[in-house]
């Protein structure tokens, strides 16, 4: 997606080079003028998305500039006015002439970033609105190859009707992966869905599937008709639940509880379950006919220790979003807090750092977040685990020691996250259960303390 363009004209260099740095950070293409003779040169080698102008320069005025520009009908681009001294008479005259908004100096980080955003995506009375589509809000975040893979994937997938499993542990996006694959297709004008079958017996998963005869809410099924039916806990469902909803989809159509008019299915099935899945299907515990029906395609998604790369841009993003819908103040994760984020398992994947964003803005102070705000935010990892990984002087050590030192802490980490359970600790390490048994002994870790068996998968 092409970055917008932003064009800084103020006479002072510090100001222009801060916003400059500034909005080149939040991914804006930004170009800087001096004074009005730079800034028509500037227009005329590229249009911008947006200016940003001061009213007092030495030549010409912005004012007068935005005058100048309105009167020769060039304007086609929103302008916000910076003033450090500005007047109730010169907004109201900058307004008349086309200006979007104004913004006073000092320049409130804050205040310039959501001002910005605002006048790019509300655009100019004459220039195509460029409000961010359904699709482009649900976008997946990240410039790793793992996320450039999955929107390629999801893209592909998009325009057919081929059902869809989402295969990813808990917290990792999954339902709004689902959202996203439904707003790029044919039946995004359609209604989404999203249900969860596990934990119902069979009389309580017909009426949320196909509705009860003369009750006010209709089924799931009926719900979706003509959209996209999202089943989000595929793992939990009992032997039940899996029948009922396989003779549905053989079916291809359903009864409501109680009547008896037939409603043919149409919808398009996306679903998500945990990687535990697959050792599903190989014990038993899950259908392989219902597994086909819903897998007409995998994919796999990916936990966020597997992108870490982009932990910045998703503080970013959740930071705007919560900006934006619970109207917190704006402010930016220091270098040394990201770095210290990038480093941590996450074992809640995006979800936790969704909440984490959202109880640093609620319960810190102003400026930037610091190290120590988010070593609090973590710190419930680091007292079921032991001392932090980023925390050991393991650079003293020497390479076995190290290594062996570095294991433990991972492994008993690990452990503590998966409850104790070796199997779910194989899964999520990567490692063959024997090997990892091996492993766990000559480390010293007894799983055993944690309520874990050997048959637990």
């Known amino acids: 997606m092409k970055a917008s363009q932003v064009l800084v004209v103020d006479d002072e260099a510090d100001i222009r080079g801060m916003v400059q740095e500034i909005l080149t950070e939040e991914g804006y293409d930004v170009r800087v003028a001096g004074n009005a003779a730079e800034a028509r040169a500037a227009r005329a080698q590229a249009e911008p998305d947006l200016m940003l102008l001061d009213i007092w ?20 681009f929103p302008v916000v006015m910076m003033s450090g001294h ?20 000092p320049l409130s980080l804050a205040k310039l970033l959501r001002t910005v955003e605002l006048a ?21 975040v990240g410039k790793s190859r793992l996320m450039q893979t999955l929107r390629d994937q999801l893209r592909r997938l998009a325009p057919h009707e081929a059902s869809v499993l989402l295969v990813g542990e808990a917290g990792s996006g999954r339902e709004t992966l689902a959202r996203y694959l439904h707003s790029l297709g044919p039946r995004a004008a359609g209604p989404f869905v999203s249900v969860t079958l596990a934990g119902l017996g069979l009389r309580d998963v017909m009426e949320a599937l196909c509705g009860r005869e003369g009750a006010d809410a209709p089924g799931c099924l009926e719900q979706s008709r003509g959209g996209t039916l999202f089943l989000s806990d595929l793992s939990d469902m009992s032997a039940e639940v899996q029948a009922a909803l396989l003779g549905v989809l053989e079916q291809g159509a359903y009864t409501r509880v109680g009547g008896h008019a037939v409603q043919t299915l149409d919808v398009r099935l996306v679903s ?25 395609v995998t994919v796999r998604v990916p936990a966020l220790r597997e992108y870490r790369e982009d932990v910045p841009d998703l503080l970013r993003y959740y930071t705007d979003l919560q900006v934006d819908q619970q109207n917190l103040k704006y402010r930016r994760f220091s270098v040394a807090a990201q770095n210290r984020l990038r480093n941590y398992p996450w074992p809640g994947n995006v979800r936790e750092l969704s909440n984490l964003v959202q109880r640093v803005l609620m319960l810190g102070e102003d400026g930037e977040v610091s190290l120590a705000e988010v070593e609090a935010a973590v710190a419930p990892l680091a007292a079921a685990g032991g001392e932090t990984l980023i925390k050991q002087d393991i650079l003293a050590m020497p390479l076995r020691e190290a290594r062996e030192h570095f294991e433990r802490a991972y492994l008993e980490q690990q452990l503590q996250l998966c409850g104790g359970k070796v199997g779910r600790l194989a899964e999520r390490v990567g490692m063959e259960r024997t090997h990892l048994y091996r492993k766990l002994n000559s480390l010293g870790i007894d799983f055993r303390q944690l309520g874990g068996d050997d048959g637990d998968n």
Do not use: Y
């Open 86 to 105: 500005g007047t109730v008479e010169t907004a109201v005259e900058a307004t008349r002439l086309g200006a979007v908004d104004f913004v006073e100096k």
């Open 272 to 296: 998500a379950a945990e990687p535990r899945i697959e050792a599903q299907l190989d014990q038993g515990l899950f259908r392989r006919d219902l597994h086909t029906r819903l897998a007409g």
């Open 57 to 76: 320069m030495p030549d010409m005025d912005g004012i007068s500039l935005l005058r100048e520009w309105t009167r020769e009908g060039v304007l086609a």
């Open 120 to 140: 790019i995506n509300a655009g100019e009375p004459g220039k195509k609105r460029n409000r961010r589509s359904a699709a482009a809000m649900l976008e997946p």
